[in-house]
């Protein structure tokens, strides 16, 4: 016993020393989701009301309601904070900068348009894009190091993202890019290059002159977040982007956006979060959990964890609920039950992707009574070889699983995983599932510890051998 107390001892100074998150694995599985909610309480505002219309906005969709917006929330921000109101009508603006203790409030049969105008987008901010830090373009709503903050309502939000707006900049003729348009490749490999390189993310400035889209909402260092009611569509990138974030509620939100890379909700580096009650219909995936990607993600080495996600509707996207694959940080304690999966355009229900060169440790899933209509490929997808695959130095750790109660329709593959020799898939549990119509057998390639328990597939239990 004293030896192995000295081991303990030696082993968490280690990780102290070269400042990698502790590992943690959860001994109690269910039972510590109690626990999580109890600690994401959505913040609360005085009972005051600034009208955006009283700071000389215009809903007739044509006048820059930028200042107005700006005024009414400097005002509410100063004087203790409030509500401030977006009433009936379009309103069209520049991004929106979201300061402590305002709720924006965006009533129903409003609509807050944001402007085609990148030039709008300017001065450059500090964000994080695809997992790095960087200056870049404003969210069309930021804030950063801010709390009790808010956006809620039962309007809607169009980012204007098209084919003609934004979205060419992917660089594919799909979303209107033809030869003669400028795209994001050399800029996102530059900004990838100064990453590797250490170069300060005060230094890495792109913004006008270059092409690399914001995304719709990105809180920033921010704490005690709600996000209620309101509907969010066609975002230039990412829709909902809470990084390093604590205590955050996305709650009856609706995200309708199919251009690239149109993510629903990416929690990234963020601790203490719900996503309850919401519908995703989206070009990418439909809530992805980050971390950082890459020697940037290391560098700020903060993990995503306590991610809960409930009752929510997931119809097209790259995945339903999916972990990666900026995931350097790691990503643990992250609970989704009672959802429900169905398109003929949904590639996956449950996603894990990393590889070598992203890293991470991702521990402590647990999946429950999720109903999966149709999807692409398959309902429970596990993938170290997403993008560089094993040519890389950053072996990552996949432990924990556990997957019940759920049952789809149709799709090719149940249950697909690949991962490393020398790093398999750790403790994984599918239990009490059913999978019917799946044309084709499962791939299950470095698995140690699994546990399969009254698992159907086409109406035949589930056999390892």
């Not at 930028?66 to 379009?90: R, S």
């Amino acid at each position: 016993m004293k030896h192995r107390i000295i081991q303990v001892i030696i082993l968490l100074c280690f990780y102290q020393i070269v400042g990698c998150n502790q590992p943690t694995v959860s001994t109690s599985g269910w039972t510590d989701l109690e626990n999580i909610l109890e600690k994401i309480v959505p913040p609360t505002f005085p009972d005051k009301y600034y009208d955006i219309t009283s700071f000389g906005a215009v809903g007739d969709g044509k006048y820059d309601c930028t200042d107005a917006f700006k005024n009414a929330i400097d005002e509410c921000n100063k004087n203790g904070g409030g509500n401030v109101l977006v009433p009936e009508g379009t309103f069209l603006t520049g991004p929106i900068l979201l300061k402590s203790n305002v709720n924006l409030h965006v009533s129903e049969n409003a609509v807050v348009l944001f402007s085609k105008e990148y030039s709008k987008y300017l001065p450059v901010v500090f964000t994080r894009w695809e997992g790095v830090e960087c200056m870049n373009y404003s969210p069309m709503i930021y804030a950063y190091e801010q709390e009790n903050i808010a956006v809620s309502g039962k309007g809607i939000l169009d980012g204007q993202g098209s084919n003609d707006n934004w979205w060419s900049w992917k660089g594919k003729k799909d979303y209107g890019w033809i030869d003669e348009l400028p795209h994001q490749k050399n800029d996102r490999n530059k900004l990838f290059r100064f990453a590797e390189n250490n170069v300060p993310p005060e230094e890495r400035v792109f913004g006008e002159g270059h092409y690399l889209r914001p995304n719709f909402v990105q809180l920033y260092k921010c704490k005690n977040i709600l996000i209620e009611g309101v509907t969010f569509k066609n975002s230039p990138m990412w829709f909902i982007h809470p990084v390093l974030c604590n205590n955050v509620t996305v709650k009856d939100v609706t995200v309708e956006g199919l251009g690239p890379n149109n993510d629903g909700c990416n929690p990234e580096s963020s601790k203490n979060v719900l996503i309850k009650d919401c519908f995703f219909n989206t070009g990418d995936d439909c809530v992805a959990i980050k971390s950082g990607r890459n020697n940037d993600g290391r560098r700020v080495n903060v993990s995503s964890e306590n991610i809960v996600v409930q009752d929510c509707i997931m119809k097209e996207g790259h995945g339903g609920v999916v972990i990666g694959s900026e995931i350097s940080g790691g990503v643990r304690n992250v609970f989704a039950e009672n959802c429900q999966m169905d398109s003929p355009n949904l590639d996956r229900a449950i996603r894990i992707k990393t590889n070598a060169v992203r890293g991470g440790t991702v521990e402590n899933i647990y999946v429950r009574n999720i109903n999966v209509g149709q999807v692409k490929e398959s309902v429970l997808k596990i993938n170290f070889y997403y993008e560089e695959g094993e040519d890389g130095d950053f072996i990552p750790t996949v432990r924990n699983i556990h997957m019940e109660n759920v049952e789809s329709q149709t799709s090719p593959y149940a249950i697909w995983i690949k991962a490393f020799d020398n790093s398999p898939v750790t403790g994984l549990t599918i239990k009490n599932c059913k999978f019917n119509n799946v044309e084709k057998k499962s791939i299950i390639q470095n698995v140690k510890e699994l546990t399969v328990e009254s698992v159907l597939i086409n109406g035949e239990e589930f056999s390892l051998d």
